[in-house]
């Protein structure tokens, strides 16, 4: 059996009963520790509580369907080569939790510095390589590899190759754990006339997850005591959300959505170092005929809804530039958040996509698009030639956020790849997502292409967007554009 090379976002049906996760790279002097570990979620993304951490502090699962397995150098993968794996009984699995998530730490510096980085799926009775995910990273710390999921009773592996920049604290405060450090030994205190109130260590819970990431090396003789897991208090950030104009005029239950997305928001770009950043955002949502149903459905008018707060945390003006495409791109009306009910009212609810493509152009509002002109093929490049040409014209002080929706069927693959290659020396980032399994050529292999003086471009992948939760859904779409960035600001793209 030939093992599937998958991208990041892509996803591979499990058919062994038990599989292992194998975290491999290429050890040697200055190359930072990595830990392989495992996080059993819920449906709601959480831990049920610090049992469902699985690393080498706490090898074995209660229910014994996951075990940590530990470190072995050159084993199946050739000299020079370490792995550490954590092995699953997808058999033993409890039916509360929905996914595991196949998680990794760095001690001693970042994934970055970390050569030869892949996620192996085995199948866990013969070692049959199912899956290799080659991994890359930057300044990350800590990080989820892959999960494996189930979908209608049959699991599913993805490759995931989200990362924290802000260490094994952030990953864990994400699912439910918060990782407490315990403070290092007071320096000696300054002269100062009035003595501060000692202060205890917070009490040592049973589970100890890996040491933070330092990165300057630590004396074999002096170890710090591990962080502690303890109850996950209330996510928090120092650059909160942003208040928004227009924010004040919208149905009572839709503002309190916004208000706790744009939170999550907040948590979300403070976890991948970029606490206070701004940028446009432009929306584009593929209206290809394969995209009825999902219209029909209610799951775009949802996905508007929750790019809406991303808008809204990263630029306070109150509003969103739209697009739409299939054969055609066309502009939709700009997205003003006190207008939201309405904007989608009139250009995503349901029936108003169907009623367009049966060429009903009498009755429609004078901002709804004719959708008779935009046609039912799949043209990407087209619309982010549009784009393009749209920041030119009209440039801005902040950097651009695209955020591109597609179910795929992707077949323009040179021209879309010609123009995001011209693309990167504009101070734009283009987050593509993918709705369901399709084809989606080159927008998955773009994190692979070289050539390119800064990656301009993510992608991933869902199977239904409206199962995954809002914490998630952030993580995934603001993990790269951080990245970017930085490495635009040093590259004087930005």
């Known amino acids: 059996m030939t093992a599937t090379s998958l991208s990041k976002g892509a996803n591979l049906a499990i058919d062994s009963p038990a599989v292992r996760a194998e975290l491999v790279w290429s050890a040697g002097p200055g190359v930072p520790e990595v830990d392989a570990s495992a996080l059993l979620l819920t449906t709601a993304g959480r831990v049920r ?36 794996a954590v092995e699953v009984d997808l ?43 080659d991994i890359t990273a930057g300044t990350e710390t800590a990080m989820v590899g892959g999960e494996l999921y189930r979908r209608q ?17 952030g990953l864990a405060t994400d699912f439910g754990i918060s990782v407490d450090d315990t403070p290092p030994a007071a320096a000696p205190p ?37 962080p502690t897991v303890t109850a996950p208090p209330q996510a928090t950030t120092d650059s909160g959300p942003r208040l928004t104009k227009g924010e004040e005029q919208l149905p009572v239950d839709m503002r309190k959505r916004l208000s706790l997305r744009k939170e999550q928001v907040a948590v979300s770009l403070t976890k991948h170092g970029a606490a206070g950043a701004t940028a446009r ?56 958040l006190g207008e939201l009910p309405e904007w989608l009212r009139l250009h995503v609810r349901v029936g108003e996509i169907s009623l367009f493509r049966r060429g009903r152009k009498k009755g429609l509002h004078p901002e709804q698009v004719d959708m008779r002109a935009v046609g039912i093929q799949n043209e990407e490049q087209k619309v982010i030639a549009e784009i393009r040409a749209y920041v030119r014209d009209n440039p801005a002080s902040a950097p651009t956020l695209v955020l591109f929706f597609s179910d795929g069927g992707v077949y323009r693959n040179a021209d879309i790849e010609r123009e995001l290659r011209e693309a990167v020396e504009e101070p734009v980032f283009w987050q593509f997502v993918g709705l369901g399994r399709s084809n989606y050529g080159v927008l998955e292999r773009f994190d692979t292409l070289p050539g390119r003086r800064v990656d301009n471009v993510g992608f991933f992948a869902v199977d239904d967007i409206s199962t995954v939760p809002d914490p998630e859904l952030y993580d995934r779409l603001l993990s790269e554009f951080p990245l970017w960035i930085t490495a635009a600001g040093r590259a004087g793209i930005l």
């Open 49 to 84: 509580d610090d049992g469902d951490f699985v690393f080498y502090n706490q090898p074995r699962h209660a229910s014994d369907a996951v075990g940590y397995l530990g470190k072995q150098d050159g084993h199946g993968s050739g000299a020079g080569v370490t792995t550490d």
């Open 91 to 133: 058999r033993s699995v409890e039916p509360t939790v929905d996914r595991i998530a196949l998680c990794a730490s760095a001690d001693g510096g970042t994934f970055g510095q970390v050569p030869g980085l892949s996620l192996r799926l085995l199948d866990a009775g013969n070692r049959t390589e199912l899956a290799r995910f």
């Open 153 to 169: 009773g049959k699991w599913k592996f993805r490759a995931v190759g989200q990362g924290y920049a802000t260490g094994l604290a």
């Open 190 to 226: 300054a002269p100062s006339t009035t003595a501060a109130p000692a202060q205890s260590p917070p009490p040592a819970s049973p589970v100890s997850p890996p040491p933070p990431v330092s990165t300057a090396p630590s004396a074999p003789s002096a170890p710090t005591a591990p």
């Open 281 to 336: 955002v432009i929306l584009v949502l593929d209206a290809s005929g394969s995209m009825s149903f999902l219209y029909s459905k209610g799951v775009v008018t949802d996905v508007v809804e929750r790019m809406a707060a991303v808008a809204a945390q990263l630029d306070d003006d109150g509003e969103m530039q739209a697009w739409t495409f299939a054969s055609n791109p066309a502009r939709l009306p700009d997205l003003r």
